[in-house]
């Protein structure tokens, strides 16, 4: 296990613009998206936005938080600085799901792999899957050796994907899910093959619950602004 100082909490909040946001003028929405972007980055590290409708009905975009785990208090100062960066607005914006976190080290693999999501680089792909993960207790019964050979199964199968990273998240304890599983990409075809090749994998077996899953687009700020404020 990495030491506390090593660690990160991962946020994904989707959120929907509700009939007040899209009553206001057109400079209006500009402004208050401005002001709770700018409240927002005061929670955390490392904010990135990405659009999500029409991708999906009901999620207009997802806003993901990321911070190093600093002490014990980390994780209670980061959700009350986020309640209290929302409020004001939550006439404008409801928040739909969350879903969130910790990186920790891995008992499957003793490197860290070239393809693992720096949270705080200062470059993103284009595309961000993120979805939910609980496995069966039946996996959690089976020896080590068993588990070690599928995930080298996966393992192995995910490298061939070399351009597609991911990040995953230990929920345990915290959330509904045990983890969740971050991608990003450049190429969401790609992508979509490698789900479908990971089913045919042994560890399918064991999962017991993968959904829902959340597709987006990178947004930088500016593009952001321009794609909401905007009908």
Known sequence: MSSESE?????????RFKDAYWQLPEEARDKFLRTWLSALRGTAEK???YQVFPMQSRVDFVAWSALALQDQDTTAGFF????QALNPHRRFIEPINTLWGYTSSTTYSHARSAQEIDPFSNSRK???VIYPFVKTKEWYLLGKDARQGMMNEHIRLGKTYSKISQLLLYSFGVQNQEFVVVYETDDLPLFSDLVRDLRETDGRLYTERDTPLHSAIYCPDEEFFELWKST
Do not use: I
């Open 80 to 83: 009350k600085k986020a309640a």
């Open 7 to 15: 660690r990160s909490l991962n946020h994904f909040a989707l959120y």
């Open 126 to 128: 284009k595309y961000l």
């Open 47 to 49: 904010v990135e936005l």
